[in-house]
């Protein structure tokens, strides 16, 4: 495991890095739960955003999901569906799907066998942030 910053004059970049381990071992059926902080930008100005969301994929759909979102100072607690898949390079698409804040667009980076980087994909949007897989308690 390691850490990185970057020293380029036009970007401030830090994050980990884990050594993948395994195969891609997400199923296409299970309970995932990831949390995210970032920014969103809303009037020509970044704002503020987090959010924790917990997820039942079964055979590519996602047959519900709920999360807490704190987008620009306004909490909110969303339901919906959407779709998830991952590939034979562990790399994975999330699309959640909400009336009431649209679409979300995810990018999952797998790198072992219950846990993943995850990435939204919108435009307007850096967020990043960890998703594990959930086992019965």
Same mark, same amino acid.
């Given at each position: 495991?390691?850490f990185?910053? *970057?020293? $380029?004059? $036009?970007?401030?970049?830090? !994050?980990?890095?884990?050594?993948?381990s395994?195969?891609? *071992?997400?199923t296409?059926?299970?309970? =995932?739960?990831? =949390?995210?902080?970032?920014?969103?930008i809303? @009037? !020509?100005?970044?704002?503020?955003? +987090?959010?924790? *969301?917990?997820?039942? +994929?079964? !055979?590519?759909? &996602?047959?519900? =999901?709920?999360?807490g979102?704190n987008?620009? @100072?306004?909490?909110?607690?969303?339901?919906g569906? @959407? #779709?998830?898949?991952?590939?034979s #390079?562990?790399?994975?698409?999330?699309t959640?799907?909400? #009336?009431s804040?649209?679409?979300?667009?995810?990018?999952? =980076?797998?790198?072992?066998?219950?846990?993943?980087?995850?990435?939204?994909? $919108?435009?307007? #949007? &850096?967020?990043?942030?960890?998703m594990?897989?959930? *086992?019965?308690?």
């Amino acid at each position: 495991r390691g850490f990185f910053v *970057t020293t $380029d004059a $036009d970007r401030a970049e830090s !994050g980990i890095l884990n050594a993948q381990s395994g195969g891609p *071992t997400y199923t296409n059926s299970g309970t =995932y739960g990831f =949390y995210q902080a970032g920014a969103a930008i809303s @009037g !020509g100005a970044a704002q503020g955003l +987090n959010n924790a *969301t917990l997820f039942k +994929n079964s !055979g590519g759909s &996602v047959t519900g =999901y709920t999360q807490g979102l704190n987008l620009l @100072g306004s909490p909110s607690l969303n339901t919906g569906t @959407g #779709t998830f898949s991952n590939d034979s #390079t562990n790399i994975g698409e999330l699309t959640l799907t909400n #009336t009431s804040i649209g679409t979300e667009d995810f990018r999952i =980076y797998q790198y072992s066998a219950s846990n993943a980087f995850i990435m939204e994909a $919108d435009q307007g #949007t &850096v967020s990043s942030g960890l998703m594990t897989m959930q *086992t019965g308690q």
